[in-house]
């Protein structure tokens, strides 16, 4: 049994579906910023999602989470405070640390 063969631009549109579903960098979706939030909005937000990445300042970010249960087995939590619009020192989390190098200067 023959194929059939394969015309120029047979493959146009399949090809320009799977392009317009890819990721575009121009459509990604940024972090929310704890600095335009209220310390409840913030603190709702890591509660509901269970970890998030924020922008925490001019080039800075941090990752938030619940609970322990979204850090790495080999780490624990610490309390995280950040600047939120209404509060400088909100509660919003927990960021994940690892017990065994935290406050070393180095390796």
Same mark, same amino acid.
């Given at each position: 049994?023959?194929?059939?063969? #394969?015309?120029?631009?047979? $493959?146009?549109?399949?090809?320009?579906?799977?392009?317009? #579903?890819? =990721? /575009?960098?121009? #459509?990604? /979706?940024? &972090?929310?910023?704890?600095? +335009?939030m209220t %310390?409840?909005?913030?603190? !709702? #937000?890591?509660?509901?999602?269970?970890?998030?990445?924020?922008? +925490?300042?001019? !080039?800075?970010?941090?990752?938030?989470? &619940?609970?322990?249960? $979204?850090?790495?087995?080999? +780490?624990?939590?610490?309390?995280d405070f950040?600047?939120?619009?209404?509060?400088p020192r909100? $509660?919003?989390?927990?960021? %994940?640390?690892? =017990?065994?190098?935290?406050?070393?200067?180095?390796?």
């Amino acid at each position: 049994m023959r194929r059939p063969a #394969l015309r120029a631009g047979h $493959f146009a549109v399949p090809v320009a579906a799977l392009l317009a #579903l890819a =990721p /575009q960098p121009g #459509l990604a /979706q940024g &972090r929310p910023d704890i600095t +335009t939030m209220t %310390c409840a909005a913030a603190a !709702g #937000l890591v509660a509901r999602s269970g970890a998030v990445v924020m922008t +925490t300042g001019p !080039g800075t970010y941090a990752r938030i989470v &619940r609970d322990a249960g $979204f850090c790495t087995i080999e +780490t624990s939590t610490r309390p995280d405070f950040e600047a939120a619009r209404d509060d400088p020192r909100c $509660f919003v989390g927990y960021a %994940c640390v690892d =017990p065994f190098s935290e406050g070393r200067d180095g390796p």
